[in-house]
């Protein structure tokens, strides 16, 4: 019982809130740009990867401009870059877009560490380049407000960009003619294409977008949640978003409440260390949470499709 007290005075805090906010920054922009990408019909398997190369991007960067809004452009910048390729070989090629994207999250776990060496002679993280991290931000106002001023203020400026960048997706998806043109791809590419839409520079268009959202999550792993970079860093991350995006049924709404509840349980996991759990079961927690919600999803959908065959 004392074991589940703690616990319980872990979780019901502030504290515990404010790291749920904080762990499920990348989650949110890596699923973000899953579902522009899929929304037009192509899913980027390679989340993974690309975030990986944009957080070493970003430490490279910042750790020789000395300025670490430059080391971000350098990130996003890498991350649409990768993207980019991905949908060259994919669209111009023809390659299979799930071996491409699997491809480049190989590359990025080995290429980044032999990138590393190359510049600073570490291995296995970049504690010699004196990299930048940006910053964090005390809001106005709301950090005054009790509990809520505790939860909210003094996030790194990646988790509130993050935040906005929920709204900014649903306006582009639903309000604009990209938006729709996308959604048009996605759902009927034939139909699109039959009135003058580019298939094809459309799923460039989602694909370098989710790029850069991507590149956002990788720079937030190397220079806000941690100050440098690590091998592999992302630590599935990029799996667990696309996740989030299937659960969340392709909607940025949805997209955003799966992706919390994903930053909670990896929160969660942290919290559970005051029952003096073995770590290594501990770390898994994040992961079991994904394969319990795609098997939850994988049941609803199956159970949709038996109820419209039925009615048929």
Known sequence: MNGLDSLFNVILTTDFAFSVLRVTTPILFAALGALISNRAGIINIGMEGIMLVSALTGVIVSSYAQNAWVGLLGAVLAGTLIAGLLAYFTLKFKTHIILGGIA??????????????????????????????????ELPLIKDIPVVGQILSGHHVLTYISIISVFVVYYLLNRTSLGLRIRSVGENSHAAQSVGVSVIKIQYTAL???????????????MGYLSLFTRDMIAGRGWIAIAAESMGRSTTAGTALTSLLFGAADALSNAFQVLKIPAELIATLPYVATVVGLVIYAVSETRKKNRKISAK
């Open 208 to 222: 370098l977008l989710s790029g850069f959202f991507a590149g956002l999550g990788g720079a937030y792993m190397s």
């Open 104 to 137: 480049i999250n190989m590359f990025a776990s080995g290429g980044t560490v032999f990138i590393l060496y190359l510049l600073s002679g570490d291995k296995g993280s970049s504690t010699s380049l004196p990299s930048k991290v940006l910053p964090s931000l």
